[in-house]
Structures are given as structure tokens and as C-alpha cells.
């Protein structure tokens, strides 16, 4: 039995829609931080021969991903392959927008080519990954992450690690349940019924280009307007869709005023919110105690969860 861990990567620059859905490629490039302390860690022990797969996600068995959990490990291993049973823990709410399926699928290509004795190098495992859940490639890597792609396949890199840029994020949970419509569908819906689709693919690499230059520059200001503009165009393609995909709740809204309200003072914070309603503050890490303080405060957040920039997936034992 292999072990491996990967943290969730929260975009700041965000994939929404799929250049080929055969093949998971995304729409677009994308810039995401890697963070430290949400973690998901997978087991995964092969059999001597041939069978079903099993999956258990924090203790209890889970069809509902068990087959997305096996092409993984067939494009992996072959189809050929024995079959294995693969656990799965998470220290943070799982299904609810906070990039689980992202965490998940780095640590299960990282554990099962460690466990099979593969020696895939990272962007390999890269596109493994990202051929499962699109994000995942991502959380391969350490720190914060561009994500390109081409007609063909998709490269990632860090292009800046934690003591180069130690920004710090503050989750606003807003609600744990599990989201009623999965990333994947909505992507598909929005691509195939918002009228705005294709203005937000086609000005997804001038926001690219901007945020990775503020990265370059540690320009925080700059990566801030960026960043939330993009995340509030991701929504609106996703509200212009037929019927509308809405995440947000009360929480989501009062949570978004309370940053915008640090940032009157001149506090270096800002939002960012993927598929679901909780938010993510990114901000300096003199200023995170205040972050933390009001989110903490603010009605309907049910708790607050805070981390650095961390590493890529590995291999734990």
C-alpha cells in the first residue's frame, strides 16, 4: 500500500469550460494557488490479479466516484491492471467548491505510480490527473501555478513557491453539504447556453498575462483587481446560462462585503470564489490575524479555515 497527500489549489485565474470533454482539456490556461494546510491523502493497494475496484472516502464506501476513480488508474496503470482499493481521508469539507476533486486526484496518480513502481516525472502525473478532474494538474505543483494548454495537452508550472511569495488565504465556509450541481456539468451548461461564454474565453489570456506579471512583480494591488474581476465574470457566464447556475448564498454576499470593507482601510485583501459558496480572502500574511477576525464575524460563515502557499503532491509512505 502506497500513501500519498495533495492539497487543493484555489484558482485566481480560473478554468471554466473544456476545450474537448473527451479529453478534459480545459478552455483556457489558468493561475491558482496551492495551499498548505487542507490536505487529501489517498491509500491505494493493488490486489494480486483481477476485480472490481473499491473506493472509501473518509472511512465509508463511495460509488459514486468509483468510476472516474477507475479510467484514473486504467490511463495510468492499463486496463490490464490489477484491482485496487483506494481510501481516501480529507481535513476539509469534500463536494462543496473547495477544489476536492482537485486534491484528490493529484494524491491518487501520485500513490498508485509510486505503488505500481512508475517513474512518471511531474507534468506527466500532471496530465494524468488533469484528465480525471481538469483543476488537478494543478495541485501537482508547489505554491502558485500557471496552467497553459494547447489543442494537444495541457503544461504546468510554479512560477513562484511559498518563501518567494508567502500569501495567505482564509476560507469562509459558508455551507459544508455537498453542491446540488457538480463543476463538470455546470461547465457544460455554461458553454452550451450563456450567451457570454465565448467574450470570457476569449479574454482569459489577457487576464493571464496580467495576473502572471503581478506574480513576477509581487504586485498584490494588481493581482487583487485582476483576480476578482475574473472571478466575477466566471459567475456571470454561469447566471447567463439556461437555467441559471447559482452557488452563492447569503453567506457568500455578506462574506465579499466584509472584504471589500478591509479593503476601505487599505487592508491588502481580496476574493476570489470558485464553484460553490464559500470564499476565499487572499491577503499579506502581516494582515491575516484582521482577515480571520472578520470573516470569523460575519453572519452565516459556519467556520474559517487558514493556510499558507504549500507544496505539490508526494508521496507519504
Not at 231 to 246: G, N
Request: glycine share 8%; with cysteine; hydrophobic share 45%.
Amino acid at each position: 500500500m502506497t500513501v500519498a497527500q495533495a492539497q487543493p489549489n484555489i484558482a485566481l485565474i480560473k478554468y471554466w469550460g473544456k476545450r474537448d470533454s473527451g479529453r478534459n482539456l480545459p478552455a483556457t490556461g489558468s493561475l491558482s494557488l496551492t495551499l498548505e494546510s487542507l490536505w487529501t491523502r489517498m491509500s491505494v493497494r493493488f490486489a494480486e490479479g483481477p476485480g472490481e475496484d473499491r473506493l472509501y472516502v473518509d472511512g465509508i464506501n463511495n460509488d459514486s466516484m468509483l468510476g472516474r476513480v477507475t479510467g484514473c488508474l486504467d490511463r495510468l496503470c492499463g486496463a490490464a491492471r490489477p484491482a485496487a482499493t483506494v481510501e481516501s481521508t480529507s481535513n476539509f469539507p469534500i463536494g462543496a467548491g473547495l477544489a476536492s476533486s482537485a486534491a484528490a486526484f493529484a494524491s491518487l496518480v501520485t500513490a498508485a505510480a509510486a505503488a505500481t513502481g512508475q517513474a512518471h516525472d511531474r507534468q506527466t502525473l500532471a496530465r494524468l490527473a488533469g484528465a480525471a478532474s481538469g483543476s488537478a494538474a494543478r495541485s501537482l505543483y508547489p505554491g502558485i501555478v500557471e496552467l497553459k494548454v494547447d489543442d494537444r495537452e495541457i503544461g504546468v508550472t510554479s512560477i513562484a513557491n511559498a518563501d518567494e511569495w508567502p500569501l495567505r488565504v482564509v476560507v469562509a465556509i459558508t455551507d459544508e453539504s455537498t453542491k446540488r450541481l457538480g463543476s463538470g456539468e455546470a461547465m457544460l451548461r455554461s458553454a452550451a447556453t450563456s450567451p457570454f461564454y465565448s467574450a470570457w474565453v476569449e479574454r482569459q489570456e489577457a487576464d493571464l498575462e496580467v495576473a502572471r506579471n503581478a506574480v513576477l512583480k509581487r504586485n498584490f494591488e494588481q493581482l487583487a483587481a485582476v483576480s476578482e474581476h475574473n472571478c466575477l465574470k466566471m459567475h456571470s457566464v454561469m447566471w447567463t446560462a439556461r437555467p441559471a447556475i447559482v452557488y452563492w448564498n447569503q453567506a457568500t454576499l455578506a462574506c465579499m462585503e466584509a472584504v471589500r470593507d478591509l479593503q476601505k482601510y487599505g487592508v491588502p485583501v481580496f476574493f476570489t470564489i470558485d464553484a460553490g459558496p464559500q470564499v476565499k480572502a487572499v491577503c499579506l500574511a502581516e494582515v491575516e490575524g484582521r482577515v480571520i477576525e472578520m470573516l470569523s464575524s460575519t453572519a452565516g460563515v459556519r467556520r474559517v479555515l487558514a493556510s499558507g502557499l504549500g507544496e505539490g503532491a508526494r508521496v507519504l509512505g
